[in-house]
């Protein structure tokens, strides 16, 4: 009887503790599942969604002159300081080197062979009021708009800041007491403590704030203390009277109809990284003002350029015409505050049309009822967070200038360049096929040794450009019949 009780005793106590083991595995099943659905789901809505957003706009300004992608002279050392905390992309194109079509994608997260934007110089001179922008997406989401611009191509008409009361750029490019519009883009004082107020002010609230600063673009005059700061022995040998010459020669050498020496493009170069230098001073006042008011830990920031400069090839010395990686790699550096780590960089080829749904994601902005052709790369950063989110690859991208004369598909290593026509006498290739791994300066055209190759880019180039009705003779002829009279003596006056 004792052994028989000893038995079911025995096995009570087996029984109890499978129960208790069950229900322990139960428990930890159940912890383990709120933590994968809360750890997807609620810093996304708590936190994510309440972001700011800071986009830092710097013209002309070419990636491979900053410290961050490895240039030897130090240009930028506060930008350089900010990405260590940010994702900076190695391969980040424009698909028209011009400012207006740059910002038009952006902001729009639409090619140009959509919206029909491929110059400053257009008319009608908008986005169509149909069109969905960043800014009115953020609006309707609950964003305070500050828009601080030093540049006619970003003026008010374009639609690209509709309807903000904060759009401040007739403060820096419109003189009433001369009625017309002039360089005054080196009254960056009064934008920036502007910007820098305007933060102060909205500091407690949701808030976009774009910045557009002009320099680095032509002419390359930066203050007296940094026109010689990366090559002194040469400027010094140039009188005062006479750099200033130079200065005011720079666009009679973007013609492309005379060759540029070593010596002068040289200059061209200490010039350009002094305008360079400048706008890196500029953006570190900004970055440190929202660093200052403890808005660093909350604020999506975006550092952008909008198309490069040629300096790579002595019969290409600007950023129209030519689709080199000189002009169309731009820099892209984002910082994400729900990821901070050490300087992290991607090789993912992403363009300017990707970055309007990506800060959609970023910010837990539905996009389903939103249609662009970008693809967004935010897995990028939420791929530690959020591991169901797939990547949007891209296997190629079309590229073209503002004449509509050249186009191009890169796809990360090889790029195909077809033109119709050049302006420029030194250059009349029709066809030109590089392979930017072995070359990254596009100084060797290997169309014949690899012809098979080539013709393989240029099929699909011309596939994909023949839904376009492109390339087409009339189609410049009409481009050049919409210009604006108006809107194009207003761009020259300042330097475009």
Not at 93 to 113: I, K, R
Not at 309 to 336: C, K, M, Q, V, W
């Amino acid at each position: 009887m004792r052994i028989i009780r000893k038995y079911h005793s025995v096995k009570y106590l087996l029984k109890n503790h499978k129960i208790k083991l069950l229900l322990s595995i139960l428990i930890i099943f159940c912890l383990f599942s709120t933590y994968y659905v809360f750890r997807v789901k609620l810093p996304r809505k708590k936190f994510a969604s309440n972001l700011n957003v800071l986009l830092i706009s710097i013209d002309t300004l070419r990636a491979d002159h900053m410290g961050i992608y490895d240039y030897s002279r130090n240009t930028t050392p506060n930008i350089d300081k900010w990405a260590k905390d940010s994702v900076v992309f190695k391969k980040a194109m424009t698909l028209v080197p011009m400012t207006y079509p740059s910002f038009s994608m952006l902001m729009t997260g639409l090619d140009p062979f959509q919206t029909r934007i491929f110059s400053n110089y257009q008319n009608p001179y908008a986005i169509s009021n149909n069109t969905n922008t960043l800014a009115k997406i953020l609006a309707k989401n609950g964003y305070h708009i500050g828009v601080f611009m030093s540049t006619i191509a970003l003026n008010a008409t374009t639609n690209m800041v509709s309807d903000t009361k904060d759009f401040n750029y007739l403060n820096y490019m419109y003189d009433p007491e001369k009625e017309a519009y002039v360089d005054s883009r080196k009254d960056y004082e009064t934008l920036i403590d502007n910007s820098l107020n305007w933060i102060g002010k909205n500091k407690g609230k949701k808030f976009f704030l774009w910045v557009h600063l002009m320099d680095p673009h032509a002419p390359y005059d930066p203050p007296e203390q940094l026109k010689c700061k990366f090559d002194k022995k040469q400027c010094s040998s140039i009188k005062n009277k006479a750099m200033q010459e130079l200065i005011n020669q720079t666009y009679k050498t973007m013609e492309c109809q005379q060759k540029v020496s070593k010596d002068t493009l040289d200059l061209y170069k200490t010039l350009y990284d002094g305008e360079i230098a400048e706008a890196d001073i500029l953006a570190g006042k900004i970055l440190n003002k929202l660093k200052n008011e403890g808005l660093d830990k909350n604020t999506l920031i975006i550092l952008y350029g909008d198309h490069g400069e040629g300096f790579d090839h002595d019969y290409n010395f600007n950023h129209r015409g030519a689709l080199y990686n000189s002009e169309t790699r731009i820099p892209l550096i984002i910082h994400y505050p729900l990821i901070t780590s050490s300087v992290k960089t991607t090789d993912r080829l992403v363009t300017n049309t990707d970055i309007l749904p990506t800060i959609l994601d970023l910010l837990s902005i539905p996009r389903n009822k939103y249609t662009f052709d970008g693809k967004s790369f935010s897995y990028v950063f939420r791929s530690k967070l959020l591991t169901n989110i797939l990547p949007e690859q891209r296997d190629y991208i079309i590229m073209t200038n503002d004449q509509l004369t050249k186009f191009a598909i890169y796809d990360g290593r090889y790029k195909f360049i077809y033109s119709t026509n050049s302006a420029c006498k030194f250059n009349d290739q029709k066809e030109e096929f590089y392979d930017l791994k072995e070359d990254p300066q596009e100084s060797k055209n290997i169309i014949v040794e690899k012809k098979d190759l080539a013709e393989e880019f240029k099929r699909k180039l011309l596939n994909y450009l023949s839904v376009y009705n492109l390339p087409s003779a009339n189609d410049e002829k009409d481009k050049k019949g919409q210009e604006s009279t108006e809107i194009i003596e207003k761009l020259k006056s300042v330097g475009y």
